[in-house]
């Protein structure tokens, strides 16, 4: 039986390393690609130490298998910060699923709904309006993108997220191979709470 747990405090600071690791693997296949740096993520992760950050971690036998994050959009970095520039939304009123991560062999078993049921659950706590993150755009065309890819589509529209017209944002990250960081779009998409 696979545990869900929102993570805080001292339990969330000694999680980050593993945080990290997750990241880096599953970061790496499609559609990421990401080339992860072990010392960049954890430079990275400092920021779910802020006060409305939270982690949740899908657990095996007390081993971190999966996580998720989240936090007020005004922690959030400024590249998704700039995503909603021109929005009536307010920063305070947004909170930021920021990443979710699970090991592939535990996908498929609800742990994606527990990640954002409990993310919801902290923003509206928070008194939070609205529930957005970002997924990357590649071309359906590109090289590395696997014969049998299914989007996530379905699963984000059937919780209540929609694209949000023009809301893009824009990181740079090295991808698997690559020599060099290189920009890319993610989409932003969002619900009401």
Same mark, same amino acid.
């Given at each position: 039986m696979i545990e869900t747990r929102v993570l805080t405090?001292?339990?969330? %600071?000694?999680?980050?390393d593993d945080v990290a690791r997750l990241r880096?693997?599953?970061f790496r296949d499609w559609p990421y690609l990401y080339e992860g740096d072990l010392d960049y993520e954890r430079r990275y992760l400092d920021v779910y130490t802020t006060e409305t950050a939270v982690v949740v971690a899908a657990l095996d036998a007390g081993r971190v298998v999966g996580v998720a994050t989240g936090m007020g959009m005004e922690e959030a970095d400024a590249d998704f910060a700039a995503a909603f520039a021109g929005r009536t939304e307010?920063?305070?009123?947004?909170?930021?699923?920021?990443?979710?991560?699970?090991l592939p062999e535990?996908? %498929?078993?609800?742990?994606?709904?527990?990640f954002f049921d409990l993310r919801e659950a902290h923003a509206r706590a928070l008194g939070r309006r609205w529930s957005a993150f970002c997924s990357v755009v590649r071309p359906s065309d590109h090289p590395a993108r696997p014969a049998d890819y299914r989007p996530l589509d379905v699963f984000w529209r059937g919780r209540g997220y929609a694209p949000v017209e023009g809301a893009v944002a824009r990181y740079h990250w090295t991808d698997v191979g690559a020599a060099e960081q290189t920009g890319k779009d993610l989409q932003v998409w969002m619900r009401a709470l």
């Open positions: 405090g001292e339990a969330l %600071g000694a999680a980050l880096i693997a599953v307010k920063a305070g009123e947004v909170f930021y699923c920021a990443e979710s991560v699970l535990y996908r %498929g078993q609800g742990l994606g709904h527990a």
